[in-house]
């Protein structure tokens, strides 16, 4: 059977979503509903026209922690007037009546779709995110026509292209590998179609071709943003900079990065290691400005002997005021090291910012186990919450300023649940994200994020 067809029968599997959004109060009942095998949330509401939460506020039971939707429940369904009205006003029309902003959205979602391997698991569940936002949206009065390819390595996309509802795309999610952003890229410059790349390929288009974004950041890109941020945020500090001795670190580029630009600044720092002893430990750090500590890796096993140094420290001098700055890999060990992320008032560099703790992480979690029977995959960061910030961005987008939608910091005003997002002109070409934030572990027991 082709690929294409293929994709409609995982298609009736994935359609199982959620919204995000908190509809009004319902006010009446116009029947009930005995919950059959198999059924979901996001089916039954499709079923009688309402949004999942006119169905959960009509059943308030079933926003209980733990609750599961069984054979044989009655569930009461409101009446459809109910719906809850758009907040957001559709910008005004100033084109024809084929303009995006008056009307639904066409997205196209190319990637590999399937579960055969990684890539198809890691994508499915990113697409989940993408029709989860896609119910959301609706809440804002934005309609959304989805028609997703599965699109494995192996695969030609000049196939995909082929469908008369690609070319019909107002924007396209994809690909997943280089291979397929040649024939990709002059697809979507011949029809006028915005292409969102997710995640990391080799995409040279982006220089000359204008309908791209690119939402990846390199490692390096990340790592000189991070060094330019450090200096300038702490440059009234006194650093210390603390040798871990992990020979397969890759962070020394950074800390090597920090020596070099603070010695040109004609700012002092200091190097320490683990393995030094108490009082030769202690010497590395003032007693007349803050402190703010750097680590050569981003190991926990390391992570955790610093913080047992830096807590002995205090006990013997406890004057000291002692920041740590920290990676993006910090964010996995919240566990095991959260009490000290809040005691060292710990700042971490990174381009998302997955809290357990926030409520909207958590309603979004607890919805997609709803609708897909399954909790998200145990990695930073979360893929369907990637995909539900990613497809809310640009949907929002398309729909307030249309075609000239480029992602510009302060263009929606939009709070993402993980994954930020802005973007600049790269030269003549097309657009890059260049967000980066620092997620800060305060002493009062709060996380903020700043973003630059």
Known sequence: MRRYLRYFLLLAVLCLTAGLVTAQESESIRGLHKVKKKETVFGISRTYGITIEQLLDANPEMKEPGYELKKGMILKIPYESHAVKPQETPAPVTASSDDVRNREIRLGVMLPLHDINGDGRRMVEYYRGVLMACDS????GISVDVHAWNTPEDWDIRQTLLDEHAAKCDLIIGPLYSKQMEALSKFVEKHDIQLVI?????APQLTTNRNIFQVWQSPQEINDASVNLFVDQFRNFHTVIVDCNDSTSKKGSFTAAVRRQLEQRGLEYSVTSLKS???NF???FSRTKSNVVILNTARSQELGVAFSKLNGLKVVSPELNITMYGYAEWLMYTKAHLENFYKYNTYIPSTFNYNPLSLATQRIEQKYRWNFHSDMQNRLPRLAITGFDQAYFFLRGLHKYG??????AGMLGYEPVQTPLKFDRYGNGGLRNRMLELVHYKPDHKVETIKF
Do not use: R, W
């Open 198 to 202: 997710p995640f990391s390929i080799n």
């Open 277 to 279: 002893g108490e009082e």
């Open 403 to 408: 075609k000239t939608f480029n992602g510009a």
């Open 282 to 284: 202690s010497k590395a």
């Open 137 to 140: 949206v609706k809440k804002l």
